[in-house]
């Protein structure tokens, strides 16, 4: 009988350590979403005002009121901020899991241009347009990472291969025109629809683009 009390009494004693912990965990993990969020955010402001060469990572501690060991716990340098941009755009295209996704039209997102479309839409509104803007602005440290993310979007879907073309060679050419749209449409304001522009580009890749129609929004 005292055996079984005293163990009874250690499992409780455990249990009770174990949700003390997982409460702990779920708290920090708040702090740190907040604390990531007001980094994005004081990004964003800050490349609202000038180009990214110019934003330093002292702007943003400043701008995000946090102190500089805490960005640094978040990210090495702020070529690693973008990169886990473009990381969790990506996961959300492919998994559906993102803490910053803004909201969007229901899409279908099962074949390519649906997944495309989806894309667009991020790359025009998720962290207030950033990410297109550096696609446009030709930022290489976000369009190296954006450009291997997006060849394994198209590698996954297989679409693009071509017989007698080597697969390497299809993949950098769909991945090179798809960025070369991304350009003129961030050029033009984002005017078109991302469904529209998905299947314009999916067309001409196709080589069956003949009329199709303006969705331009007003």
């Not at 702090?31 to 990531?36: E, F, S, V």
Request: neutral net charge; charged residues 30%; hydrophobic residues 40%.
């Amino acid at each position: 009988m005292i055996v079984r009390k005293t163990t009874s009494f250690r499992r409780g004693r455990w249990e009770r350590r174990l949700r003390a912990i997982m409460r702990k965990e779920t708290v920090l993990d708040r702090r740190q979403k907040k604390t990531r969020r007001a980094i994005y955010e004081a990004f964003e402001e800050l490349m609202a005002q000038g180009h990214y060469r110019s934003v330093t990572v002292a702007q943003i501690i400043d701008r995000a009121d946090i102190g500089r060991s805490t960005f640094y716990a978040h990210f090495e340098t702020k070529d690693d901020l973008l990169a886990e941009m473009c990381r969790e755009m990506f996961d959300h295209i492919f998994e559906g899991v993102n803490e910053y996704c803004v909201t969007h039209p229901t899409l279908v997102t099962e074949n390519l241009c649906g997944k495309l479309a989806h894309l667009l839409f991020h790359l025009r509104d998720t962290h207030s347009g950033v990410c297109g803007k550096l696609i446009r602005d030709g930022e290489p440290h976000f369009t190296r990472c954006f450009e291997r993310r997006l060849a394994i979007l198209f590698e996954r879907d297989g679409s693009g291969v071509r017989e007698g073309v080597p697969h390497d060679l299809a993949i950098a050419l769909q991945v090179s025109a798809f960025i070369s749209a991304v350009v003129w449409w961030m050029n033009d304001d984002a005017r078109t629809a991302p469904e529209q522009l998905a299947t314009w580009y999916l067309s001409w890749s196709a080589g069956t683009a003949d009329e199709l129609p303006d969705v331009r929004m007003e």
